[in-house]
């Protein structure tokens, strides 16, 4: 091989070169992404197992909440328990009617809710209803804790913008800048193209 390669001309052997070289580069860039995707599986199977603890924990919240809603089915508590196990495993029909019972049996203290009935709404693409259950949220400003209520401000207002609805976003942007800048700004460049 040896011998081939200095009997060829300077040009193919440059040529040759350049082309091992870059032969070895490909290889040594693999190894490196296959190296790394190796240190990545522990975590993925990590987030993997974690995950499934979650799902099985909020699983767990669903059958005690039923289990004590067979026995007080009045449990407006309970509901609100169950709504949201169902909101977190994504079963967003389920999470929307136990709110929904959850608010018919008190309406006194459901501002919680309503902020995760208007995210149900949200993903079951019912703009409309999720915008009512955000200021039916944000009417509650004596129950609603500042975090939930700067959160309903920051989903009303996207939904807003996403319809079109310019004027009642601005005012529910002021809204949000006097109640946590941090979370307004995500949506800054909205309103500086609007």
Same mark, same amino acid.
């Given at each position: 091989?040896?011998?081939? &390669? &200095?009997?060829?001309?300077? !040009? #193919?052997?440059?040529? &040759?070169?350049?082309?091992?070289?870059?032969?070895?580069?490909?290889?040594?860039?693999?190894?490196?992404?296959?190296?790394?995707?190796?240190?990545?599986?522990?975590?993925?199977?990590?987030?993997?197992?974690?995950?499934?603890?979650?799902? !099985?924990? /909020?699983?767990?919240?669903?059958?005690?909440?039923?289990?004590?809603?067979?026995?007080?089915?009045?449990? %407006?508590?309970?509901?609100?328990?169950?709504?949201?196990? %169902?909101?977190?495993?994504?079963?967003? %029909?389920?999470?929307? #009617?136990?709110?929904?019972?959850?608010?018919?049996?008190?309406? %006194?203290?459901?501002?919680?809710?309503?902020?995760?009935?208007?995210?149900?709404?949200?993903?079951?693409?019912?703009?409309?209803?999720?915008?009512?259950?955000?200021?039916?949220? &944000?009417?509650?400003?004596?129950?609603?804790?500042?975090? @939930?209520?700067?959160?309903? @401000?920051?989903?009303?207002?996207?939904?807003?913008?996403?319809?079109?609805?310019?004027?009642?976003?601005?005012?529910?942007?002021?809204?949000?800048?006097?109640?946590?800048?941090? @979370?307004?700004?995500?949506?800054? !460049?909205?309103?500086?193209? /609007?």
């Amino acid at each position: 091989m040896g011998d081939f &390669l &200095l009997s060829q001309p300077t !040009d #193919t052997l440059d040529s &040759l070169l350049h082309s091992l070289g870059k032969i070895y580069t490909l290889a040594v860039l693999a190894a490196m992404l296959i190296g790394s995707c190796a240190k990545q599986l522990p975590m993925v199977e990590r987030a993997a197992r974690e995950n499934q603890i979650l799902s !099985d924990s /909020w699983q767990q919240v669903i059958d005690a909440q039923l289990a004590l809603l067979a026995k007080e089915p009045d449990n %407006h508590d309970a509901y609100f328990k169950l709504g949201r196990a %169902h909101f977190h495993l994504k079963q967003w %029909h389920q999470a929307a #009617t136990a709110l929904e019972s959850s608010i018919s049996i008190n309406a %006194h203290s459901a501002a919680g809710a309503y902020y995760y009935l208007g995210k149900s709404y949200e993903e079951l693409y019912q703009s409309d209803a999720a915008i009512a259950a955000y200021e039916k949220a &944000l009417s509650y400003q004596p129950g609603l804790v500042r975090k @939930l209520r700067s959160r309903s @401000l920051y989903r009303l207002t996207t939904l807003l913008l996403k319809q079109g609805r310019y004027r009642g976003a601005k005012n529910r942007y002021r809204q949000l800048k006097k109640l946590d800048r941090r @979370l307004a700004t995500r949506l800054d !460049d909205a309103f500086f193209r /609007w």
